[in-house]
């Protein structure tokens, strides 16, 4: 098998997008929706590209805008934790309600991710953790050695908690689990790739003694 992850930073925002798919067997799955996914659906279509699932990080307008498309082209299951389900519910839980041009998607959960999770899209595994902080239902998903971690862990940067649902406490626990991984590639939700080993270094937020800072959250 042979992993290959593709990103696109899409709408307002910019955030990332990714397709990940076994090149051989061409089974995939998609992490995250925003709007403006037509790049994302012509790579799909050109690569003949199967989709199991369409993995939600979270339910903030900027990851689910282009949701409803992405549904229709892939006939994928929506996958979320239940924590953010209600985001999938209105504009107002997803944070879009008065953003210019955003319009909210129908589409719905068709499972709900939990801690601990395995899935599978045709030959990948994917492993699920809930790592709540940035929002309550925050999920990170790991493909071998390609971690995506949505609005959690960023390059050099972490997720911003002052929005409904947000956590400090939260977020630092589920940063503690993630950087305890071996090392591997790190996906966020927005700005450029990075690695565990390179946050465990240079990001300042968890430079010092980390663990023992932070040691009553875990």
């Known amino acids: 098998m042979e992993i290959v992850v593709k990103t696109f930073a899409i709408g307002i925002y910019e955030t990332n997008c990714y397709v990940v798919y076994d090149k051989h067997s061409r089974w995939g799955v998609v992490i995250d929706a925003p709007d403006g996914i037509a790049s994302v659906l012509q790579y ?3 690569r003949e590209l199967s989709i199991g699932h369409i993995l939600l990080t979270h339910g903030h307008f ?41 319009k909210h998607p129908a589409a719905k959960a068709d ?18 953790y809930h790592v709540p902080g940035h929002t309550a239902g ?6 071998g050695n390609h971690l995506f971690t949505g609005d959690t862990l960023f390059e050099q940067s972490i997720g911003r908690t002052d929005l409904p649902g947000g956590n400090l406490q939260q977020l630092l626990a589920s940063i503690g689990r993630l950087i305890a991984l071996e090392d591997c590639a ?32 875990y």
């Open 62 to 102: 900027d990851h689910i805008g282009g949701l409803d498309a992405l549904r229709r082209a892939t006939g994928a299951a929506v996958a979320i934790h239940e924590a953010d389900a209600y985001m999938l519910d209105s504009a107002g839980g997803s944070l879009g309600s008065g953003i210019p041009g955003y």
């Open 138 to 143: 925050d999920t990170a998903y790991q493909i």
């Open 44 to 46: 799909i279509r050109e």
């Open 186 to 217: 790190v996906y966020p939700g927005h700005g450029p790739a990075t690695t565990l080993e390179r946050e465990r270094k240079y990001n300042p937020h968890l430079q010092g003694n980390f663990e023992e800072r932070y040691d009553d959250l």
């Open 111 to 128: 499972l709900y991710v939990t801690d601990g999770q395995r899935l599978s899209a045709g030959n990948l595994d994917i492993q699920v």
